[in-house]
């Protein structure tokens, strides 16, 4: 089969490429660097062209209220592309809880990409998956000041970025869902014991102070972003760091 994977140069889309060109098929990365910008359209019908299933892992540049717009006018130009070009399966990455924060403006606007898909004309499969285990470091980073990180309890369940592309692989090689598949770490944290551990292992000697306003976190109420009867994912989190 041949798969366009849009975003396919990414943390996620890179692994998926590698991931589908193993299996045997024919996986074709799109992103600005190749030539394709889903927002003004350029390249689109180009990259759609004659591809069986389309992966859209492209993200917003930012996490404010300028994400809505995104993924409302990526969606829309690269669903009439993968119309026109006789797409069977479209295939985007979302997040566990995602309808479960409308506080935060990035998650309405991937609720927002979930239901452009699902109410679109192609048969889709939509992979929701928790925090990666890889945004650690920027979310630290968000609220660091001087010797000390502030963080929320909030309970999170962080799965390694390459479990997420071998469970995106997997949904894109199959059938359509026609709904939704949650994948998950296999262990839960609150977040602010997560940055302890994260600085223990690196020997990092700043202090986490639980915070239940900081960073974007904050924002989230009660435990909506865990999953424990989703798939679970093999990495766990100290060897994921130990690896790393």
């Known amino acids: ?22 299996a045997g098929h024919e996986a074709v990365p799109a992103s600005p660097s190749t030539g394709v910008d889903i927002i003004s359209g350029t390249g689109l019908d180009e990259a759609t062209a004659g591809a069986d299933v389309v992966v859209n892992l492209a993200n917003s540049p930012t996490f404010d ?8 006018t990526s969606m829309d130009n690269l669903l009439a592309a993968s119309q026109k070009a006789g797409v069977g ?30 109410t679109g004309p192609i048969p889709y499969s939509i992979v929701r998956a928790t925090q990666f285990m890889e945004f650690m470091d920027a979310t630290m980073s968000w609220t660091a000041d001087g010797e000390t990180v502030r963080l929320p309890a909030t309970p999170i369940q962080p799965i390694a970025a390459k479990d997420v592309a ?40 700043r202090t986490v102070v639980t915070d239940p306003t900081a960073g974007m976190f904050g924002e989230v109420k009660g435990d909506v972003l865990t999953d424990t009867g989703a798939d679970l994912a093999p990495t766990r989190y100290a060897d994921w760091l130990a690896a790393s």
């Open 166 to 205: 071998a469970a995106v692989t997997d949904v894109a090689q199959g059938p359509p869902l026609r709904g939704i598949r949650d994948i998950a770490g296999p262990e839960v944290f609150s977040l602010d014991e997560l940055g302890r551990i994260t600085l223990a292992a690196k020997g990092d000697n």
């Open 89 to 118: 399966h479209f295939v985007i990455l979302s997040i566990v809880g995602v309808d479960q924060v409308p506080e935060l403006d990035y998650y309405r606007a991937k609720a927002l990409q979930e239901e452009l898909l699902a």
């Open 65 to 72: 209220e300028a994400s809505l717009a995104f993924f409302r």
């Open 1 to 22: 089969m041949k798969f366009a994977v849009i975003g396919g140069t990414g943390l996620i889309g890179s692994q998926v490429v590698n991931n589908l060109k193993a």
